[in-house]
């Protein structure tokens, strides 16, 4: 988890969200949780490919053409 946390540069409770919710794929033996290289890799991927989608209808009409 901590190494986890120190590599996305992210918040303890972010990872654990991303856990719990499914996001990220983990297995816990004890109180220790695990998760796979590949699996944080492309958690990630994801992650950056949601925030970078570009979202329409946030120009003002009048200034569209300036944003081309």
């Known amino acids: ?3 986890i946390r120190k590599l996305q540069r992210m918040r303890r409770e ?3 969200d991303a856990m719990l919710t499914g996001e990220l794929p983990f297995e816990q033996r004890g109180r220790i949780r695990y998760a796979r290289l590949s699996d944080v890799v ?3 991927q994801r992650r ?3 925030e970078t989608k570009p979202v329409s209808g946030l120009v003002h009409p009048d200034l569209a053409d300036l944003a081309r």
Do not use: S
């Open 48 to 50: 950056v490919e949601r």
């Open 14 to 16: 972010t990872v654990i």
């Open 42 to 44: 492309a958690w990630e």
């Open 1 to 3: 988890m901590e190494q």
